[in-house]
């Protein structure tokens, strides 16, 4: 892939980025998000097309228009969530499409064997006669590859193979891609995960913010220099040289071995246990996915763990009888949520009315259940004009403001009661420069006032300006914990790609 | 494949309704033309008959009464975002407790006494025949639409079972009760009118028709101005939302529904306890499911659903005279339109919207707002 | 035991279950591509009309079917021109085709034939023929099941037949075929069939057509065989009897049709137990006929509360697919 640009409207999702890949290894795609490699493996398989580049597979120029070209060309692709229909077997899932015949007896005998020769060669081994339902993840995955190879793949592109997968279940995948690589198959390995790539990969391709930052075979680097450029060079964005060091406060908060899985049996939330002190801003990095949004909503009340507890202003809590969101503002927490849309706001209300979301029942707005509307709308024009929400119409619907403004409006809510603890995700994502400033002031000020900050971002600048303390989350667990002056750029870069505290540390 | 499109307020809740009303009008006139009939003479005929004349009138609004009824409950619970088509089986159900208060109590208690405990025994059955497939949606994932329909017809049986068996008067064929006692019987308009020294010809127009415009003023008041209103909305836009600010859904599934229930059952005091004074099988006529076409053009607001009724009560009172006037024209030319206004406000809603949105960018050289989702 | 009560019970049976058969079938059809279709009721009445109408005007029975199939496809389509090309509500839109029908078919009928909504009786020449009634002599008259077999089986309507044979057509269909796979693919996870290079519009249309004629059959079904002209209202509630069929039959055609006899075996059954008398272990008195009427809707909906085993509806039905990139 040559020279490839791709904008999404304002982000400019690849900018001029080559990828050279040798047939017949394993090529790692390393970024965190946004960095841009999964619009690229989009443009491979033919979701998107790019606005300018071109492409060649082995040595040929190629035009690919839809999966379909793609997939003619033998590129197969296996994506995160699995596109499979689970009431059907696994056979059916593979046939589905390319049906050699169209009498169902005929066609499944002919595929049987067709697979029963593939699963022996890869050692992918999967029960095709039960139903995807019943399967479980490891074996679902392995049947989304034997269906790309099912269709004649030369080239494997795999979007983040093992963030579901426990680790015997991922050492399985990596036998099985070795397998597939002795064969002759080009695998592309689209991962954060930097202890993988060095295990397994020849040549990898760092990316980050859309743009190509390291381009090189395994053997001439390390784990250290894919973690400095995954994660780059960060400026402490605001941090005063000589701020007065803080000291922590009582616990105002203490969640113990949280645990949770998710439908699929996937743990999201590993024996995850931490405090939050007064006057402190506690960060939690990691790339997105691996339990920080599990955590926030556990801590808001919205998800119930399966095991854990959690301790707020002396009152427990257990999995049977676990904090609900409206118990949770009572005892002051407050929650900015990261999908402010879907979450944070109900769109098709005004502006006055989503104000109010969460606190409706409080005597403020409701007297005997009538809504006090001018206090209502009086509020409102305070948070508006406090966090400096356009436009000042409180009567606006909530869809009609832009997303920065939507956010203002929801950390405006949020922070209006002053709360003893604010739990927030993503806080200035889509919020333009100015305000970001000012939101990283108003975080500041709540902690200075003796409250606690939560702070769940995928952005590691923001976590460096205003974390006292950094949590690095990996797949459900707490990775590791560092003090805001041992937070290098390796540092951190290492446990997020998977490393553990003790290597971090090293 | 249409794009959803973000039209400016005052177009969506007033123009394109009257678009979808003018859609379904035109194909109505096209079949009227091919059965020979002439769409202008039909039309000035339905105004005259609908309100030509002050019987003309109360007919009008005593249909109106009903479809206020079943409007308003099928908006409130698609507020909370459920299709409740159950409107048929909860308005039996709420003649049916009026009925039996009627029955049991006629002769004991005075009209000022019996009269509003008929309206909150019609209004308890109501509710429960709806709470109940609400409940089954909340907590056993009963899809809410099946689940209403077949209550509709569990209900029309246990009417009917009841009407022959246990409440048939004896020696009497049909099926239906005895004739309440005057205490039961909710007072007509011309009473009414007539306490005030004034005349009024005699129709099935009742004191329902004031019920009915304080169920659309308090509908509008809950919904808009109350917190159980307000979470009500919430889980109907976004659940998500709603889960976030503490709001159960699961709850508000079921007092939605419950409430629906109550305001369909209200039917049943316009019929049963304001015109019939007694209990009847088939008093409900298919005044369900003009409710439906009376919300979807109202908009689901208590403001639109009284006009839509007014226009359905029109279409109805005006339908019948044409009955008369016209050789070979029957009712159902107008349970035709019906479903067309349905078809093209409901189902085919979004179609006309981009064509819309289109003419009014023209019209404006503005561009439209994309709606900022996702 | 009576062997001729259980014959004439099996015949009625069969008779009354036909019409719901066929719905059914069409039901299952389309919901299993992802379609709710609440319009079975409204395409049965507007294709039986379309029978009756173009049977008495014609006097030709191929006409009259081509007539009533005609119908059956427009609606159909229609449905999927609403809600598969653009995401119209498909509840709304199966509501709209009922309403739409009931008030045009009397509408129509009332101009065209002056009956009051009723078209003339159709002669036997252009009504359907009856089935093996030489063999349902031959064998009323053998012992024991004789009988049953005479008068219970044979002797049909040809519909009749052909009911329980599309039974086994869609069934074939659905699970034998290729695109039988594909469709049922596409109620469950259309993106996934998209991904695989084929068309969700396209099948879903292809399960419409497919509905649409079976609905058709279910109005030649109630002029041609059951009733000689067609009656305002006709339907009686049986469209929304045959959806509570297949949901009840868990979205399969075989299951379909074992509902489908059990509500028409109950419907048989209800007249002839009028006036029986209930063992006194459950209260003595008669047996409310309403109850057996009302039975097939209380079965459904303890069906779908869970009660009685779960019924797992296609995953992606009534979602209209939007291509998500």
């Known amino acids: 892939m040559r020279a490839i640009e791709k904008r999404f409207g304002a982000v400019h999702a690849n900018q001029a980025v080559d990828l050279t890949v040798a047939a017949g290894t394993v090529h790692g795609i390393v970024g965190e998000n946004g960095a841009g490699k999964s619009t690229l493996m989009s443009i491979l398989y033919g979701f998107y097309q790019a606005d300018s580049g071109r492409v060649e597979i082995e040595g040929q120029p190629a035009r690919i228009a839809n999966s379909h070209d793609a997939i003619a060309l033998g590129i197969g692709m296996v994506h995160q969530h699995f596109m499979l229909v689970e009431t059907f077997s696994a056979l059916d899932n593979v046939m589905l499409g390319a049906e050699p015949s169209w009498f169902l007896p005929a066609a499944r005998a002919q595929v049987r064997a067709r697979l029963e020769t593939l699963i022996r060669d890869t050692g992918l081994a999967v029960d095709l006669d039960k139903t995807v339902g019943d399967l479980p993840v490891g074996a679902r995955q392995r049947l989304e590859i034997l269906k790309a190879l099912y269709r004649g793949a030369r080239i494997l592109i795999l979007d983040e193979p093992t963030a579901v997968l426990t680790p015997r279940e991922t050492e399985q995948l990596f036998i099985t891609l070795r397998t597939l690589r002795e064969r002759g198959t080009t695998i592309l390995l689209i991962t954060h995960k930097l ?233 200035t994502r889509g919020v333009d420069i100015g305000a970001i400033e000012f939101i990283h002031g108003r975080l500041r000020a709540l902690r200075d006032s003796g409250g606690a900050v939560l702070l769940v971002s995928s952005e590691l600048d923001e976590i460096l300006a205003l974390a006292d303390r950094v949590l690095v989350m990996d797949r459900g667990r707490i990775a590791g914990e560092l003090p805001i002056e041992q937070c290098s750029v390796a540092a951190l870069g290492r446990l997020m790609g998977g490393a553990d505290a003790a290597q971090a540390a090293a | 494949m249409s794009q959803p499109v973000e039209l400016p307020r005052w177009l969506d809740l007033v123009v394109l309704p009257m678009v979808n009303l003018a859609m379904a009008f035109a194909v109505s006139a096209v079949v009227l033309v091919s059965i020979g009939q002439d769409p202008v003479q039909v039309l000035v005929l339905l105004v005259k008959g609908a309100f030509g004349s002050r019987a003309g009138l109360s007919y009008t609004l005593y249909y109106a009464t009903t479809f206020v009824f079943t409007g308003l409950a099928v908006a409130v619970a698609f507020h909370a975002g459920l299709f409740n088509i159950g409107g048929e089986g909860q308005a039996m159900m709420g003649g049916l407790g009026a009925g039996l208060m009627a029955l049991g109590f006629a002769q004991t208690l005075p009209a000022w006494l019996l009269l509003p405990l008929m309206v909150l025994a ?102 808009w101005r109350t917190q159980p209103g307000y979470a009500l909305r919430a889980v109907g836009h976004a659940p998500d939302a709603a889960h976030y600010a503490g709001i159960r859904p699961r709850a508000q599934i079921v007092r939605a529904m419950a409430l629906s229930g109550a305001l369909a059952a209200l039917v049943g005091i316009n019929e049963i306890a304001g015109v019939h004074h007694r209990l009847m099988a088939d008093f409900v006529a298919g005044a369900g499911f003009t409710g439906i076409a009376v919300s979807l053009i109202g908009r689901n607001h208590p403001l639109g659903i009284v006009l839509a009724s007014l226009l359905f009560g029109a279409l109805y009172q005006g339908g019948a005279e044409l009955a008369f006037e016209i050789q070979g024209f029957s009712r159902d030319m107008v349970f035709t339109l019906q479903g067309l206004i349905v078809l093209f406000a409901g189902a085919m809603a979004q179609v006309a919207a981009p064509g819309l949105a289109r003419i009014y960018q023209w019209l404006r050289k503005a561009p439209l707002a994309q709606a900022s989702h996702g | 035991m009576d062997e001729v009560l259980i014959g004439t019970l099996l015949a009625s049976t069969l008779r009354v279950a036909t019409p719901l058969i066929l719905c059914a079938l069409a039901s299952t059809l389309s919901e299993r591509a992802g379609v709710i279709d609440l319009g079975l009721e409204g395409k049965m009445l507007a294709t039986a009309f379309a029978a009756a109408s173009v049977g008495a005007l014609s006097g030709s029975l191929p006409l009259a079917v081509v007539g009533a199939i005609a119908v059956g496809l427009a609606l159909s389509m229609l449905h999927g021109f609403a809600c598969v090309s653009h995401r119209g ?213 303890v069906l779908l509360a869970g009660f009685i085993g779960h019924a797992y509806a296609p995953r992606a039905l009534g979602l209209p697919y939007v291509k998500e990139r």
């Open chain 2, 122 to 223: 019609a209004m308890v059955f109501g509710m429960a025949w709806a709470a109940l497939p609400g409940a089954l949606q909340a907590w056993r994932g009963s899809h809410i639409v099946i689940t209403t329909i077949m209550f509709n017809f569990i209900a029309s049986a246990l009417l009917i079972y009841l009407l022959v068996n246990v409440i048939k008067e004896p020696g009497n064929m049909t099926p239906e009760s005895r004739a309440f006692g005057a205490a039961a019987q909710l007072p007509g308009m011309h009473t009414m009118v007539g306490w005030i020294g004034l005349d009024w010809p005699r129709t099935p127009l009742n004191f329902s028709v004031l019920l009915a415009l304080a169920a659309a003023v308090g509908v509008y008041g809950l919904l």
């Open chain 1, 195 to 427: 202890k993988e790539i060095m295990a397994l990969a020849d040549a990898v391709t760092v990316m980050r913010g859309g743009a190509v930052v390291l381009d090189s075979a395994i053997a001439d680097t390390s784990l250290d220099g894919l973690a400095q450029a995954m994660v780059g060079r960060h400026v402490h964005l605001g941090r005063a040289a000589d701020a007065t060091p803080v000291h922590a406060g009582a616990v105002l908060l203490r969640a113990s071995r949280l645990q949770w899985r998710d439908a699929l049996g996937v743990p999201r939330l590993a024996d995850v246990s931490l405090a939050l002190r007064a006057g402190e801003i506690v960060g939690v990095a990691g790339v997105s996915g691996n339990g920080q949004s599990e955590l926030l909503d556990a801590l808001a009340g919205l998800l119930v763990p399966q095991a854990g507890t959690l301790e707020i202003d002396g009152v427990c809590f257990t999995p049977t009888h676990w904090l609900r969101p409206d118990r949770a503002r009572d005892l002051r927490i407050a929650h900015v949520p990261e999908d402010r849309q879907r979450r944070g706001l109900v769109l098709p209300f005004a502006a006055w009315e989503s104000a109010v979301l969460g606190y409706q029942q409080r005597p403020r707005y409701d007297r005997l259940g009538w809504l006090r509307q001018p206090v209502m709308r009086g509020d409102t024009a305070t948070m508006m004009e406090r966090y400096d929400v356009r436009p000042r119409d409180i009567t606006l619907r909530c869809a009609n403001f832009s997303g920065g403004n939507q956010q203002k409006l929801v950390l405006a809510r949020e922070a209006f009661p002053q709360p003893r603890v604010l739990l927030v995700g993503q806080p």
């Open chain 3, 89 to 301: 509500d498909q509840v709304v839109m199966g509501m709209a085709i009922t309403m739409t029908a009931a008030g045009l078919t009397v509408v129509l009928g009332i101009a065209w034939f002056q009956q009051g909504g009723q078209t003339p009786p159709l002669p036997d020449a252009v009504r359907l023929d009856l089935w093996f009634t030489g063999a349902a002599a031959a064998m009323a008259h053998l012992p024991l099941l004789g009988s049953i077999v005479g008068i219970g089986l044979l002797g049909h309507s040809m519909l009749v037949y052909v009911a329980f044979v599309l039974v086994g057509v869609v069934w074939w269909c659905l699970y034998r075929t290729r695109i039988g796979l594909r469709l049922r693919a596409t109620g469950e996870n259309p993106a996934m069939v998209d991904a695989a290079g084929v068309s969700v519009l396209g099948l879903r249309y292809l399960a419409l057509a497919g509905n649409g004629v079976l609905c058709s059959l279910a109005g030649c079904y109630l002029v041609l065989a059951q009733n000689p002209q067609f009656i305002p209202n006709m339907t009686a509630g049986r469209g929304y009897m045959a959806l509570a069929a297949m949901i009840f039959g868990k979205w399969h055609p075989a299951g379909a049709l074992l509902a489908c006899l059990l509500f028409g075996f109950l419907d048989a059954a209800a007249i002839r137990l009028q006036g029986a008398l209930l063992p006194a272990a459950l209260g003595g008195g008669a047996v409310p006929v309403q109850a057996i009427q009302a039975l097939p809707y209380v079965l459904t909906v």
